[in-house]
């Protein structure tokens, strides 16, 4: 049926009149919630053409998970200096994504081929693999499960012996759904409660959040959002290569309480403190 006359106006009017409420309303809920700023502590050279989509501090050592077909990579990495000073190159058919340290073992996400890879980690030597259902985009662990984004709203808790799915939590900023979840990272933070002299350490997962530059605090227990942090102006959007050099890399040094960050083809890695939830310790700027 052709629409003529004024109805067409009408329902555009309707639409805008709708479209406008529905943005309002997502604007003033996220509003409710704590949006954190940042402060450089530190950088340092980071590889231009590691397209970044993993990264991890473990035992005083940083390493990466790079990816592209025909040039992805588990590295680790020199931090004063961003010489890859060990490397392991996937096949050409694979596009790497998370990492996270296991035990004495490194473990490495695959996009679309439904693998997930892992090595010994002093070595980079293959050891075996686990079947993963769907796409693989960001990796961390909570010490119990490994947790698994894939660029929906939903976060995965797998059993890392079998990689099967135990659970799974749906991510919220109040009501609505928080989608491209990317890299993660799980972060010690104090925050301080009603009642308490001492503010206690909660467990959160932090997640870069596809082409924003900005993250999101996730309650590991139920998805639910605590907040964010937002990265606007980490490295401008106007000295970027090109489009796909957004924001991606989170690590957490957990015996200096630093958070690392970097993204894809960033040519600097960053210590930031986030005032309020991580504030540089005494003594320990670089």
Excluded: C
């Amino acid at each position: 049926m052709r629409l003529g006359g004024t109805f067409p106006l009408g329902l555009g009017g309707w639409l805008l009149l709708v479209l406008t409420i529905g943005v309002a309303g997502t604007a003033a809920a996220e509003e409710r919630l704590p949006v954190h700023g940042f402060r450089i502590v530190a950088s340092w050279p980071h590889d231009p053409y590691a397209f970044t989509q993993g990264l991890i501090w473990t035992d005083g050592a940083l390493y990466e998970s790079t990816g592209g077909y025909g040039r992805s990579s588990l590295r680790r990495v020199e931090l004063e200096t961003g010489r890859v000073v060990q490397q392991r190159q996937l096949d050409d058919a694979l596009f790497g994504e998370g990492l996270t340290a296991w035990g004495d073992t490194l473990v490495q996400l695959t996009w679309r081929a439904g693998r997930v890879l892992r090595y010994d980690r002093a070595t980079f030597a293959p050891l075996d693999e686990l079947t993963l259902p769907g796409e693989g985009w960001g990796l961390t662990h909570d010490g119990e499960h490994w947790i698994v984004s894939d660029g929906s709203a939903s976060l995965r808790f797998l059993d890392p012996e079998t990689g099967a799915e135990v659970r799974r939590v749906r991510v919220r900023a109040n009501a609505r759904p928080v989608r491209r979840l990317n890299e993660l990272e799980l972060v010690p933070v104090r925050r301080a409660e009603a009642g308490q002299q001492a503010a206690p350490v909660h467990h959160e997962i932090w997640a870069n959040i596809w082409h924003q530059d900005r993250l999101v605090r996730i309650d590991p227990a139920d998805g639910r959002v605590l907040g964010y942090v937002d990265l606007t102006g980490l490295w401008p959007q106007r000295e970027r290569p090109h489009a796909e050099a957004v924001l991606n890399g989170i690590a957490f040094d957990a015996e200096r309480r630093r958070l690392l960050v970097t993204g894809k083809h960033w040519p600097r890695l960053y210590w930031i403190a986030v005032p309020g939830l991580l504030p540089v310790p005494e003594g320990s700027v670089d």
